[in-house]
């Protein structure tokens, strides 16, 4: 198992000389608004609405209501573990100190592969629509298509490496955009449903589709925990994060719960199933001749998707560095102190990923499959989470005595836990047995040998010497604990 030492290091967690601790930038009106736009409304309708169409039709929004609510009550568990635990690991650091290192080192694979797999289905629509956007009539070869999501990518890359102030302020005008155009076509959509409106059919519920759907809609309902993968990040990192996490889940219900029933309800199923493009299928029904006025915004909140998923990712990954869970290479921060080696690593590999993927046609339908399944690696990751919470919640107050946790005050919040883990564990098991039907024959075995490989991971890692860096003490006392790997689970160390 490696050796094990206890050295316990404090040291100031906005030293401008340490290399280990991230700037303090982000208050609530920024932690919202990255939280909010993380989610990205519009483009998560974009990109999943054509396949939820196909495959559940009106069942649709049943099977995002069906994971909505675990999704909801892992808003107020993140922001629970975000005042006892605050971290950029987030999750990973949590069920390391709930649970213990042996699940942690697992969870941060399940965490990796969920990140990592949602870029590329973010970058590639982004050169798309760019392209949709300026030459819609133009048939793009391969060679385009990879420059204008290199573009993309480079773009998303200078907010996060010039530091956390301009990654908001680029957050906070994008979703300005987006706001703006959601309540504008919120209201045209009201205004034209007299005129256009499709009968509404929901037909014999197709069960496998309705369960598939209740998968993928996790890609569309994640996003908000961004906030608690910046809570170094934050002045008051035990006070606001988990606060626009909130907001950001209650948010994106709101959104979908008046975007798709509009959706549905103005444009004829058999236009959306399988559309790469719904919402341009729709605002064409909206206002003809003028799908631009859809795309402009599309594109903004794929782009802000795009660099927020890098930047959850990064933060895990920094986290994983500085403890030597992975190499400590990535936990090396720049001038403006921010991971440049996690950024840059993450994103030069997805890059890689694409390129194969709109080249290599061997391969491709490969990548197709694994990528189209990145929303059963964010419900997996979540999962964990609600575990890490019911034992956080049920035997806290007795292993982590230090925390000052009053079981008596969290019941509710500890059924709550329990039942999303009971639902989201349940829609797991369901996606092996309905998901080679509805997404291709194969992905039930591609995700079984990447989970089997998350346990290599564990095993692999188990051999490394750890340290673990964690907030002590109240927002006014920033302290970071730097501990060697000994100890239980909650001790320095664990």
Not at 88 to 114: D, K, M, N, P
Not at 169 to 175: G, H
Not at 181 to 191: D, H, N, P, S
């Given at each position: 198992m490696g050796r094990r030492e206890t050295r316990t290091v404090t040291t100031a967690a906005d030293h401008p000389g340490t290399d280990r601790t991230l700037r303090r930038a982000f208050g609530l009106r920024e932690l919202i608004p990255l939280s909010v736009s993380s989610?990205?409304?519009?483009?998560?309708?974009?990109?999943?609405?054509?396949?939820?169409?196909?495959?559940?039709?009106?069942?649709?929004?049943?099977?995002?209501?069906?994971?909505?609510?675990?999704?909801?009550?892992?808003?107020?568990?993140?922001?629970?573990?975000?005042?006892?635990?605050?971290?950029?690991?987030?999750?990973?650091?949590?069920?390391?100190?709930?649970?213990?290192?042996?699940?942690?080192?697992?969870?941060?694979?399940?965490?990796?592969?969920?990140?990592?797999?949602?870029?590329?289905?973010?970058?590639?629509?982004?050169?798309?629509?760019?392209?949709?956007?300026?030459?819609?009539?133009?048939?793009?070869?391969?060679?385009?298509?990879?420059?204008?999501?290199?573009?993309?990518?480079?773009?998303?890359?200078?907010?996060?490496?010039?530091?956390?102030?301009?990654?908001?302020?680029?957050?906070?005008?994008?979703?300005?955009?987006?706001?703006?155009?959601?309540?504008?076509?919120?209201?045209?959509?009201?205004?034209?449903?007299?005129?256009?409106?499709?009968?509404?059919?929901?037909?014999?519920?197709?069960?496998?589709?309705?369960?598939?759907?209740?998968?993928?809609?996790?890609?569309?309902?994640?996003?908000?925990?961004?906030?608690?993968?910046?809570?170094?990040?934050?002045?008051?990192?035990?006070?606001?994060?988990?606060?626009?996490?909130?907001i950001g889940a209650f948010g994106a219900l709101v959104f979908y719960a008046i975007l798709y029933p509009l959706m549905l309800g103005e444009t004829p199923l058999r236009s959306l199933s399988g559309s790469v493009d719904p919402l341009a299928t729709w605002a064409h029904r909206l206002v003809p001749g003028a799908e631009w006025t859809m795309l402009v915004p599309v594109l903004l909140s794929t782009a802000g998707g795009l660099w927020l998923t890098s930047f959850i990712l990064t933060r895990a990954l920094f986290a994983m560095g500085r403890e030597g869970l992975i190499p400590r290479a990535f936990g090396r921060l720049n001038r403006q102190r921010v991971p440049w080696v996690a950024i840059v690593a993450s994103l030069a590999t997805a890059t890689l990923v694409v390129t194969v993927q709109l080249f290599d046609r061997s391969l491709s339908a490969f990548f197709e499959l694994v990528l189209s399944g990145a929303g059963f690696f964010l419900l997996a990751e979540f999962f964990l989470d609600s575990l890490t919470a019911t034992v956080f919640l049920s035997t806290g107050h007795r292993r982590l005595p230090d925390v000052g946790l009053q079981p008596h005050s969290h019941r509710l919040l500890l059924v709550a836990s329990v039942f999303s883990s009971v639902v989201m564990g349940a829609l797991l098991v369901a996606f092996f047995v309905y998901g080679p039907e509805a997404i291709g024959s194969g992905v039930d075995v591609s995700f079984a040998v990447l989970l089997a490989l998350g346990l290599v991971f564990a095993w692999v890692t188990s051999r490394r010497r750890l340290t673990t860096h964690h907030i002590v003490g109240p927002d006014q006392v920033p302290a970071v604990v730097a501990a060697g790997s000994a100890g239980a689970p909650g001790a320095p160390g664990s």
């Open positions: 989610v990205g409304p519009m483009f998560s309708v974009a990109a999943t609405g054509g396949v939820m169409a196909a495959d559940a039709g009106w069942w649709t929004l049943p099977a995002i209501a069906v994971l909505a609510v675990p999704f909801i009550v892992s808003s107020f568990v993140f922001r629970l573990l975000n005042r006892h635990f605050p971290h950029s690991g987030a999750s990973y650091h949590w069920s390391a100190r709930v649970i213990g290192r042996s699940v942690s080192r697992y969870q941060a694979w399940i965490l990796i592969l969920a990140y990592f797999l949602s870029i590329p289905p973010i970058a590639i629509p982004a050169g798309s629509y760019t392209l949709a956007l300026i030459a819609p009539r133009y048939h793009a070869p391969a060679v385009v298509s990879l420059a204008m999501t290199c573009f993309w990518v480079v773009f998303a890359a200078i907010p996060l490496l010039l530091g956390s102030r301009p990654t908001a302020r680029v957050t906070q005008f994008f979703f300005a955009v987006e706001m703006l155009a959601l309540g504008t076509f919120g209201v045209i959509g009201l205004v034209r449903l007299p005129a256009i409106g499709v009968p509404v059919h929901f037909g014999r519920p197709p069960i496998g589709g309705i369960l598939v759907v209740a998968v993928i809609a996790a890609t569309i309902l994640d996003g908000w925990e961004i906030d608690s993968y910046a809570a170094e990040e934050s002045v008051r990192p035990r006070s606001d994060p988990g606060i626009g996490g909130i």
